[in-house]
């Protein structure tokens, strides 16, 4: 079980910083009304369709593209709570100093992956734009689409780098600040 608040003798989990407390928020707002979004486009595309036998042509992917972008503004906030993937096996069974050093590593490592990746996205976009691609579905250009490749990971970006300076400063890192049980 992750960090509660009512446990007694367990430490404190690391405060956010203002930054990262407000980047929490944004996201937060964000994520919700690309989520909300979604759902109320879905709920109208059944309505119109099941009653009244009409419906729009641009639901569809516009359900799926709110659905990504909330999504992947939800995805960010998961590093900090340590809530994607890892293997911890070994790093769990090192002395403090080595599990100290694996994190840091393998902080690194997701850091220097997402950096590529939002380089990445960032070219691509570019391409899109000088392309000038439009979406068939959605009439909107790709680029716009796309946008949330360099946004999302530069967000993971952020809090990868966060990560990084709590496990080399030797804070409690992604484990104790997870909030469930």
């Known amino acids: 079980a992750g ?11 690391p405060r956010e910083g203002p930054f990262f407390r407000f980047l929490t928020r944004i996201e937060n707002v964000v994520m919700a009304a690309f989520l909300l979004a979604a759902l109320a486009i879905g709920g109208a595309q059944i309505v119109l369709r099941y009653v009244f036998n009409t419906g729009f042509v641009w639901s569809e992917g516009a359900v799926v593209v709110l659905t990504i972008w909330g999504s992947l503004f939800g995805a960010s906030q998961a590093i900090t709570r340590g809530l994607h993937v890892r293997i911890e096996f070994i790093a769990d069974n090192l002395p403090e100093p080595w599990r100290r050093a694996a994190d840091v590593l393998a902080n690194v490592i997701s850091a220097a992956y997402v950096g590529v990746l939002c380089w990445c996205g960032v070219l691509y976009v570019q391409f899109l734009n000088r392309i000038n691609a439009i979406s068939i579905d959605l009439e909107l250009p790709e680029w716009l689409i796309y946008l949330i490749v360099p946004i999302s990971m530069a967000l993971f970006l952020a809090r990868y780098l966060r990560e990084i300076l709590m496990a080399w400063k030797g804070r409690a890192g992604r484990a104790d600040t997870v909030l469930y049980d």
């Not at 608040?5 to 989990?13: N, Q, V």
Request: proline fraction near 18%; glycine fraction near 10%; charge should be negative.
């Open 3 to 13: 960090y509660r608040e009512s446990d007694p003798g367990r430490a404190e989990p």
